[in-house]
């Protein structure tokens, strides 16, 4: 409704206006990227990031716009030429251009989460996090689902809005405007609801000490005080281990153990001292491979209570230009230039999967910010694991809203595959969500961030049956790709079918479906 409001009162064109909104929304969302420790990069990244999010919005502001019909001579309202557009059509074409809408904007969502190895952040669809018995909807849709009913329901109200300024006296000419997509949110709600109110019994649980360590980003990028803040490390876990009963896991964060740790067997020697299971994160680094060179993969590791690594799991989704710079195996004072780190990492190729026997159970990994790509948790939950781990790191950003941005995020992770998702991190938000949602703080309900443990008990052995979403991916997401680009190809072929004599017309007043 803003970038439409915009559109229809200021005149520098509907791409132009909705890429400065959408770069005004992207800048203040994503304004934790200048707290990285780089103020060149921090700033370059900002902006280009921004910049890049913006295109979306931008294009779909001039397919709202362009798929309407010329505004009328004698306007209906005067100076905002959106509302003069929507009263040239039949209450039906107006439904039919608020699903146009909605389709367009889950589209180009659904190709952010995709194109440039993707930034699947801030969707509409998050928006919801709150509201439990519409994000049920992601079990059968995935996130995208879910950003289609809000842009549905938004552009509703903007029809329900127009309507009121075109017959002010008509105190209920605005209900039918919202009547289609309300009364869709109203049955998806009630079925979300008694979804949400009647889970299944899960007697089994297992018990899991969460270390949040809150070592700062500079501290790990150098290498400092390696010692005293492993010592810290392990000072904590011996607590957490200390409450009763006894936890059944121990898991670290990403980056929790420092880098070229002095004796690292001594993680070993802690583990079978304590005789309790560990999941940590670290780089492993594999031997020389045929083009002569060595592999480094951030990786999550699971030993045993004997101090045996079982399984490890390296993650898929690298942070370009921080993981890895394109090209840099050709260009190498590329990697200098462009990344903090000396080195590139490698991607994992398979999902990764840690099982243990005692305890018994299966985890899939999900590494950094990989809980935020909804096709890595899928390929991780359809290999049946009881639950999904998320070992982060976001010291990067301080203790700003860029670790919530990435929680409510990981929510639909839990709700699309209906598995418990843990989440240990370095500085927050450390936690836990139950395949319905709703996240568990345990311990310390009010306490986010800072040097903190916390105590959680997933269920295991619960539901089995795959959702919807599991069995068939983003089909939602991918349709609505295709709609949207068949509309742009049908655009195309309509005007070059025409005589070149007719074509600058058609730039001006396109042909519009609507008008069928």
Known sequence: ?????????????????????????????????????????ALTAWISLSAYCALFPAIWVYFCWRILPEAPANPTVSGFEFWNRIQTLSWPRRQLWALYGAVGWTALEMLRSWLLTGFPWNLLGVTQVEMLPIVQLASWTGVYGVSFLVAWVSLALALAVAAIAARPGLPWVWSREILPAGLVMTLIWIAGYQRVQHPPETPNRLRIALIQPDVDQMAIWLGLDKERRFERLLELSLTALNTEPRPDLLVWPESGIPTN??????????????????????????????????????????????????????????????????????????????????VSFDAGDVPGILRLDRPKFTAGSLICFEDAFPSLARDAARLHPDFLVNLTNAAWFGDSRAQWQQLRGAVFRAVETRLPLVRCTNNGITCWIDPYGRIKLGQKPNDYYGELFR???????????????????????????ALFAGWWVMRWRTSWSRPASRRSNDRRAPHSPLNL
């Not at 970038?3 to 909705?18: C, E, M, T």
């Open 1 to 41: 409704m803003l970038l439409l409001a915009v559109v229809g009162a200021v005149r520098i064109g509907p791409f132009r206006s909705g890429w400065l909104c959408g770069l005004s929304f992207h800048l203040c969302a994503q304004y934790w990227m200048l707290l990285m420790p780089t103020i060149t990069g």
């Open 261 to 342: 740790l002095d004796r690292p067997q001594r993680i070993n020697y802690f583990v079978r001292d304590t005789a309790t299971p560990l999941i940590f994160n670290y780089v492993d680094q594999t031997s020389t491979t045929n083009d002569n060179r060595g592999r480094l993969y951030n990786s999550a590791f699971l030993m045993n209570r004997e101090g045996e690594i079982v399984h490890r799991a390296y993650k898929r989704q690298l942070v370009i230009f921080g993981e890895y710079v394109p090209l840099a195996r050709f260009f190498p004072f590329l990697q200098n230039l462009l990344s903090p780190y000396s």
């Open 455 to 481: 105590i959680v008990e997933v269920p295991l052995g619960g539901s089995k049956a795959p959702t919807f979403y599991l069995r068939y991916g983003d089909w939602f997401g991918w349709s609505c790709v």
